[in-house]
Each structure stands twice: as structure tokens, then as C-alpha cells.
């Protein structure tokens, strides 16, 4: 009967041994995937950052694009003026 004893503790504990082993892989694994993801978020905030920076220089180029179409259409004007008034001189 003592040997019995002895052997269903020594099974729990074996259980219990193994159930430890397997949380301990699992927390392992979470650690390796929480690295993993913790570099890949770096990356992407990084990309997210440069990708701002981007827009933000393409808003100004976009906005000095404007200017110039509104300079080339006041000298298209002035141009067209001094045109009109060269053809009235009939030289």
C-alpha cells in the first residue's frame, strides 16, 4: 500500500513536472514572439515616420507648384498685354 502512495505521488508530481515544462516552452515561445513583433513594430514606425516626412515635403512641393502656376498664368497676362500692344504700334 505504501508503494502505492508512493506511486501516485510521484505520478502527480511527474504531471505537475511536465505541465511546468510545457508552460515554460510556452513562455519561451511568447517571449521569442514579443521580441519579434516588438523589432517589427520598431520597423513599421519608422517606415510610418519617413512615410510622414514624405507627404509633408510633397504638401510643400504641391503648394510651390501652385505658386508658379499662378506666376506663369500672371505672366501669360502681362505676356498677352504687351503682345496686343506691339500690334496696335502696326510696325
Known sequence: MATTA????????DRLEDKVKQ?????SRLRADQAKLAD????????????R??????????V???GLKEERAVIRT????????LESLNL
Open 53 to 62: 516626412l514624405r507627404l509633408t515635403e510633397a504638401q510643400g512641393v504641391s
Open 6 to 13: 508512493h506511486t501516485v505521488e510521484f505520478e502527480s508530481f
Open 40 to 51: 517589427e513594430n520598431a520597423k513599421l514606425t519608422a517606415e510610418v515616420e519617413q512615410a
Open 64 to 66: 510651390q507648384v501652385d
Open 23 to 27: 508552460l515554460v516552452t510556452v513562455v
Open 78 to 85: 502681362r505676356v498677352s498685354a504687351l503682345l496686343e500692344q
